[in-house]
């Protein structure tokens, strides 16, 4: 089983790695879904450097609160790619039993606790976890990812004015991929960055190249010292863009070609792999193996979730009360 | 009469369209509904027609506050638990500020949300909670089952002066189904009779009418005649369809998705009992979900929903 310890402080082709797992293993979702294999999911292609950068710099007593868009979040925290693509497909293998499907996969063993599929859900749960932080000395920091569309619910505003009278440790990770399912981000607000709404309730924000690995992880790192020395909220907002569609399968009709285009270019992956290996960091003969490293993990994944038992009807009224 | 072939998804949008044209005071706004449909929008216009930001609590507001004062809007709050989000809204404002302004006020609206088992996604896209609007006064609630339904009853929902919730049950939306040409309003507050019987009433709503058809045609096998009553509107409730058929049957058996506890079964069950007590030949039988969150994985999403067979029994138990 992977440990969150060695996780932190990853190098940069561990990063590299990590973000290859995540978009293999949602582009093979997507496939598996397509074939009909699963249910349907959200895909965080293109987004995978805001998972790996901030999430290279929290450490184990550290805690993650995510959304409907988590797979990135959770193999970059090193969760079991078996496991989670087990949950995807609602067998009783994955992570929740089978219970959450893709929408809302918790991982309490390595700090990915009480995941909502409610827009906004995660956003109101924060600041208790950070009480919690708080409160019991646990020194670690709650950290909630959520999109640029969950800033638009109320919720968003309450959570960060209450964390920030409260003084209370929680980084907020805005993942403004400039989409809010098929309603482009520009379509509900007047502002380019979520951070000038973070600012505007005293805390302490950032904005960050969403889509470069090594400045999402300095902000984060940035973010996080400052929020261990202050006990103090801070916003930082990965600037970056969802490159497939809402929930699989999306022809994208919608999108914009041209901008559609011009992120693509902005591929964090392929931006990162040319930098290693004109830095001579990796020859291309490790990044081959790296990639086949990676498909082979994938497919196993993928295997598992399809060979796995679907949970027995007893499940169907089990653990709803403590 | 004309009918064609048309998903329960079309109706609603065929429905509101031909409101869109009959009146210029009925708009439409939600999470992507200019997207979604954009037909609308070439037709009505982005006045119309209109994205809003990712906010239920701002669209029922302001649906609820626009209502008072001269418009129509529809929203669509997508799947009925982000209703939550909107509670405040549509529970505290337009479902009680008519009366508490002594009638100043009126809320003619239309709040859609979609529910129930089919997709697979768990219990945070997937509750039926239908029964906490019939529980709160001064909204009226209806659930159809049948694309002609749907389009009727969202074009009497939009005309009615009342906030009208209107649950879709996710897994009728894609199948398509019969519906007439033409102005064609099922009224709010009668029930359908989908199959006459004689033996027992099987009384029910949304995508368990269907799985009561079903059982109506195993209990016919054995010789039990079971009729089939479709709610479709949950509040107000047509008593007196309910009684008239359980006064001739005898018996009954309601049937939903949501959980059984509190939910639009007990109310039923209970008005058959004070009101038909002495015809009765059987206790009422409630055969409903779990009082569990329906889980994603599918064959516990389906396992939630009474099925064909679990009804039969229930009524061949009580016919026995
Ligand atoms: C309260 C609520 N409203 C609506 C939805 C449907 N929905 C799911 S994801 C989504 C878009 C979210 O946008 P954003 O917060 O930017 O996150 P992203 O999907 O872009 O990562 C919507 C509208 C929901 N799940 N919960
Ligand atoms: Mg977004």
């Known amino acids: 089983m992977t440990t969150v310890e060695s996780i932190v402080d990853r190098s940069v082709t561990q990063k590299l790695e990590t973000m290859l797992l995540i978009r293999t293993f949602e582009e093979k979702s997507a496939e598996l879904k397509a074939a009909g294999h699963s249910p349907s999911m959200c895909t965080s292609v293109g987004q995978e450097a805001s998972a790996v950068g901030v999430i290279s710099a929290l450490d184990e007593r550290d805690l993650i609160l995510t959304n409907h868009r988590s797979a990135g979040h959770l193999l970059a925290r090193g969760a079991d790619p078996n496991r989670v693509m087990a949950e995807i497909h609602g067998k009783a293998t994955g992570y929740c039993g089978g219970k959450s499907g893709s929408l809302h996969i918790s991982v309490k063993e390595i700090g990915v606790i009480l995941t909502s599929t409610i827009v906004g859900g995660e956003l109101s749960l924060a600041t208790g976890v950070g009480l919690s932080l708080q409160m019991l000395e646990m020194q670690g920091i709650a950290t909630v990812f959520f999109g640029d569309g969950a800033a638009t619910e109320g919720i968003f505003h309450e959570s960060v004015n209450l964390a920030a009278v409260w003084d209370l440790p929680v980084l907020y990770v805005c993942e403004n991929n400039q989409w809010q399912a098929y309603v482009h981000r520009k379509e509900t607000m007047r502002i380019d960055h979520i951070s000038e709404w973070g600012a505007r309730y005293g805390i302490r924000t950032a904005t960050v190249d969403g889509n470069d690995v090594e400045a999402v992880a300095a902000a984060a790192r940035d973010a996080v010292a400052y929020i261990r020395e202050t006990g103090k909220p801070f916003l930082l907002e990965t600037y970056t863009y969802r490159l497939r569609g809402h929930m699989e399968p999306d022809d994208q009709a919608y999108v914009d070609k041209e901008e559609l285009s011009r992120w693509r270019s902005k591929d964090p992956i392929t931006a990162l792999e040319r930098k290693l290996v004109t830095d001579g960091v990796l020859t291309a003969t490790e990044l081959a193996a790296m990639k086949e490293t990676v498909r082979k993990k994938v497919e196993a994944a993928a295997q598992f979730a399809i060979t796995s038992p679907y949970p027995t009807l007893d499940q169907l009224t089990a653990g709803v009360y403590a | ?320």
């Open chain 2, 1 to 320: 009469m004309t009918t064609n072939m048309i998903t329960p998804d079309q109706a609603m949008v065929d429905g509101l369209a031909e409101e869109m044209r009959r009146d210029p005071r009925v708009i439409t706004f939600g999470e992507g509904t200019a997207t979604k449909h954009y037909e609308l929008v070439e037709e009505f216009g982005r006045k119309r027609v209109r994205n809003t930001p990712l906010a239920e609590g701002i669209i029922a507001g302001t649906a609820a506050g626009a209502a008072a004062t001269g418009l129509r809007p529809v929203v669509d709050l997508l799947f009925a638990p982000f209703l939550t989000f909107a509670m405040e809204e549509l529970v505290n404002s337009a479902g009680k500020l008519r009366f508490i302004s002594g009638g100043q006020f009126s809320f003619p609206m239309v709040a859609i949300a979609r529910t129930g088992a089919g997709w697979a996604v768990g219990g945070q896209h997937n509750h039926n909670i239908e029964s906490w609007f019939v529980h709160s006064p001064g909204i009226k609630v209806v659930m159809p089952s049948t694309a002609a339904d749907f389009k009727g009853l969202m074009k009497s929902a939009i005309r009615d002066e009342n906030p009208v919730m209107f649950f879709a049950d996710i897994g009728l939306l894609h199948t398509p189904g019969e519906v007439p040409e033409g102005d064609n309003v099922v009224p709010i507050g009668k029930a359908a009779l989908r199959r006459e019987g004689s033996d027992v009433s099987l009384i029910s709503y949304g995508k368990t009418v269907g799985k009561c058809l079903e059982a109506a045609n195993l209990l016919l096998a054995e010789g039990i005649s079971a009729e089939v009553i479709d709610l479709r509107s949950l509040k107000p409730l047509d008593e007196a369809g309910v009684l008239s058929s359980v006064l001739k049957t005898g018996r009954a058996v309601v049937v939903h998705e949501a959980s059984g506890i509190c939910g639009v079964g007990a109310e039923v069950a209970a008005i058959i009992a004070e009101k038909a007590f002495s015809q009765l030949k059987a206790p009422v039988v409630r055969i409903t979900g779990p009082d569990a969150p329906p889980a994603a994985s599918y064959p516990l999403e389906q396992a939630f929903v009474p099925q064909p067979d679990r009804i039969a029994a229930a009524a061949r138990r009580i016919c026995a």
